[in-house]
């Protein structure tokens, strides 16, 4: 084989976890174009980037506790982003605080704090992260409720709506998410996340080869956080109003996209590309469900959808890894 | 020594020996107590028979559903079906009831098939070697739709299914019934006597101790004859049947079939267990501390609701102190100490 074919090959290799949740986009686009052609629109791909932004977004923020390991399980991204969402409408647009500057910088400051208070709780009081993540869950939830006055809201700023809109013909929310994918390539070929994946697949030899652990795995926490509010700021602009409630389908999305992304709960391995395109299957599927007329069952139908698409996705990965296993074996 | 003191002294003693045999139990009942004295101090008609009679009722539900969370738990797993097989089971119920199913049958044929759903979140957990928790949510997003699909196609009423329960179901779970002239719903007393089997069952039998053995390390279990694959299934299993047990009462409680009726145990008997102080990871704790955790969660709830808290307000608390309690006692080891 040529050489720079050989690279290619050993490159792709690098992403076969994320294998299944591609072979999947493949064919739900077959899908929606058979289904619901207007998808390839320019107005079908706005919509669409808009209401995919804030998906994606949650699910890259869950990949690096993932990662992390432990059995990291971000089940705070979702009430993050709605508490977020509140707290920019209560707190700054409401106040009249509606500039760009204060606006991102609160969103990004507050997750990014909130993300290194779970991992401080996680790797320096050593508790388990789904406890940590499960009370950050109630704790958000719970506060996103309280401060919401259920009173008139400011108009919201034009930049934060015009997110949702187009930029030259692309849709605005694409490219925020296609920059944040970018901003990501060079934290995935550093050596912080080098010790990152040692550190969640096995933080014993990580602690023995010199390796800080807790700090490593409490930036992953704050690397989360980071992503959640910039989930929160298109999550804003896709609702242009504070709903406080929207948390928990958001935590069940995401979880569903990062595992469908190939990304293993027990840490070490997977990776935001499976995320991003895990993320792109889920919404693919509920709009090809959106174009059978289910009527009042639709919800119903797009649940078991969801369910049984990740439980197939989780047989199809097994089948994989034992695949390869037996072909290593043999080779 | 006066004659009060004489009389507590019995109590003490028994609390006593259960502390010496039972050390993890001491952080989650001094809680309790705290939690009951400011109960007392600051909520008015805490102590009144009806308000303790409707804690306990609340209670029994959260703990026939806790107990299935504890077994997972045990084992190293978490059960994330729970309130979907809640709200699953209550709509099928009156479902099947409504199709003229007599109660003795429908109940029998929710629980088996909750008892076939846990099989087969169990199987798949098992065989794609993924965390119990990623296989449960996807389970019961399906499980919860297909009920739905089932119960409602074709009426106008999205999720809920109206019909009503037996009168013997809604009187188990009426404030206003009694158990063998005791004031207390039989539910309660259902719960207790689940309790006291489900104990009994952890504690004194060989499947029971397998559990344990399994959790806290699953090939030394193996070797000395626990069959690991068995005792993840049983316990899977039997959450689910809990959980659909739960959903079943709650007919009785609220008179039909709603679907959204298990959303608040999605994240509570999780909670339950963990602020009793049992371990997620597994091998640890037992369902008495998760008693305890149902009992903090309950008297935590009365008196944040009697001191005014709305119930985000509650929720934001509940967190807070998931977060003290654990970092209290259920912390893990360093690294290098685990080399």
């Known amino acids: ?331 | 020594m006066n004659a009060q003191q004489q009389a507590d002294a019995p109590l003490l003693i028994t609390t006593r020996a259960l502390l010496a045999r039972s050390p993890k139990l001491l952080p989650g009942l001094v809680l309790l107590i705290a939690l009951m004295i400011i109960g007392a101090v600051t909520v008015d008609g805490f102590t009144n028979s009806a308000n303790v009679k409707s804690m306990l009722l609340l209670a029994s539900f959260l703990g026939i559903a806790a107990y299935g969370q504890t077994l997972c738990a045990l084992v190293g797993g978490i059960d994330l079906s729970i309130p979907f097989l809640i709200g699953a089971a209550n709509v099928l119920l009156v479902w099947f009831l409504g199709k003229g199913l007599s109660p003795g049958l429908a109940i029998a044929a929710v629980l088996a098939l909750a008892a076939l759903i846990g099989l087969l979140s169990a199987t798949i957990s098992k065989a794609v070697r993924v965390h119990s928790l990623i296989v449960t949510l996807g389970v019961g997003f399906v499980v919860i739709g297909v009920a739905q699909i089932v119960t409602t196609a074709g009426s106008e009423f999205a999720g809920n299914v109206y019909g009503t329960p037996p009168a013997w179901l809604t009187e188990m779970t009426s404030l206003r019934s009694t158990t063998l002239g005791i004031g207390v719903p039989p539910v309660v007393a259902l719960w207790l006597v689940l309790s006291i089997a489900g104990i009994t069952f952890l504690r004194m039998t060989t499947f029971g101790r397998g559990i344990y053995a399994m959790g806290g390390n699953p090939v030394a279990a193996e070797r000395v004859g626990v069959s690991v694959n068995t005792t993840w299934l049983v316990v899977f299993m039997l959450s689910a049947v809990f959980a659909a047990l739960t959903g079943v009462l709650l007919v009785g409680f609220s008179g039909g079939g709603v679907v959204s009726v298990g959303e608040p145990y999605l994240f509570t008997t999780i909670a339950a267990v963990v602020v009793g102080g049992s371990s997620l990871l597994g091998g640890q704790g037992g369902y008495g501390l998760t008693l305890l955790g149902v009992a903090v969660l309950t008297v935590l709830q009365t008196v944040l609701v009697g001191l005014g808290l709305s119930p985000p307000g509650q929720e934001t608390v509940l967190g807070l102190m998931i977060i003290a309690t654990v970092a209290l006692y259920a912390r893990e080891p360093h690294p290098r100490s685990r080399i």
Request: hydrophobic residues 55%; glycine residues 12%; proline residues 3%.
């Open chain 1, 1 to 331: 084989m040529k050489p720079n074919l050989v690279r290619v090959r050993q490159t792709l290799l690098g992403y076969d976890y994320a294998f299944t949740a591609f072979g999947l986009l493949v064919v739900l686009l077959l899908v929606a174009a058979l289904r619901g052609p207007k998808l390839f629109t320019s107005e079908g791909l706005t919509i669409a980037a808009s209401v995919l932004a804030p998906l994606v977004l949650a699910a890259m923020a869950a990949t690096p506790v993932a990662i992390s390991g432990r059995g990291g399980v971000d089940l705070s991204v979702g009430p993050l982003m709605a508490f977020l969402n509140v707290a920019i409408v209560t707190w700054l647009i409401n106040e009249g605080l509606t500039g760009v500057v204060p606006v991102v910088a609160f969103a990004l400051a507050a997750g990014a704090l909130f993300g290194l208070i779970q991992g401080l709780l996680v790797s320096l009081v050593r508790l388990q992260p789904v406890v940590v993540t499960l009370s950050g869950f109630l704790f958000l939830s719970g506060l996103a409720n309280v401060i919401h006055t259920n009173g008139s809201e400011a108009t919201f700023p034009n930049w934060l709506s015009s997110l949702s809109g187009t930029t030259a013909g692309i849709p605005t929310a694409a490219i925020v998410v296609a920059a944040i994918c970018l901003a990501w390539v060079p934290v995935a070929r550093s050596t912080y996340y080098r010790n990152l994946r040692l550190v969640g697949f096995d933080d014993r030899t990580a602690y023995a080869s010199g390796v800080n652990v807790a700090l490593i795995r409490a930036g992953a926490y704050v690397l989360g956080g980071l992503l959640g509010g910039v989930a929160a700021l298109m999550l804003s602009s896709l609702l242009i109003s504070a709903s406080p409630n929207v948390g928990t389908n958001y935590t069940l999305i995401a979880l569903t996209a990062l595992v469908l992304g190939g990304t293993s709960l027990a840490g070490g391995s997977g990776g935001m590309v499976g995320s991003v395109l895990g993320a792109i299957d889920v919404y693919l599927i509920q709009y090809a469900l959106a174009t059978f007329q289910f009527g009042k069952s639709s919800e119903f139908v797009n649940q078991v959808a969801n369910g049984g698409v990740l439980l197939i996705a989780l047989l199809l990965g097994a089948v994989a890894v034992s695949l390869n296993a037996r072909r290593r074996a043999t080779a």
